[in-house]
Nanobody, 129 residues
Framework: QVQLVESGGGLVQAGASLRLSCAVS????????MGWFRQTPGKEREFVAA????????DYADSVKGRFTISRDDAINTLFLQMNNLKPEDTAVYYC??????????????????????WGRGTQVTVSP
């Protein structure tokens, strides 16, 4: 089973930046999609961004477009989420996830998170006003 470990979260002020990392236990093949999701206590899990591991195609939630960038480094088996101009509403636990069925999953289904088989434990991001 693929294991995912997130890191890089912290406490920052609005307008600051953070870079989250997700270490992957094995190198993903061409069928994998990787994603970032977030969750706040009392709320449903929310899609943030996704990437096709092999091809680099990306998808973003409207709330983070223009501010967040998802990327990966195959050489070190690591997924990244660069978060710029952070807002208090970005406060959440951020989770890394892997989908072995890959980019062929319909867009809305992929955004729902239902096709992601593997999940990390999360890293806390807190943005103060």
């Amino acid at each position: 089973q693929v294991q995912l470990v997130e890191s890089g979260g912290g406490l920052v002020q609005a307008g600051a930046s953070l870079r989250l990392s997700c270490a992957v236990s094995k190198r993903a093949d061409t069928t994998y999609a990787m994603g970032w999701f977030r969750q706040t206590p009392g709320k449903e899990r929310e899609f943030v961004a996704a990437i096709n591991w092999s091809g680099g195609s990306t998808d973003y939630a409207d709330s983070v477009k223009g501010r967040f960038t998802i990327s990966r480094d195959d050489a070190i088996n690591t997924l990244f989420l660069q978060m710029n101009n952070l807002k208090p509403e970005d406060t959440a636990v951020y989770y890394c996830a892997a989908d072995s069925t890959g980019w062929k999953t319909p867009l809305l289904t992929r955004r729902s998170g239902l096709e992601y088989e593997y999940w990390g434990r999360g890293t806390q991001v807190t943005v103060s006003p």
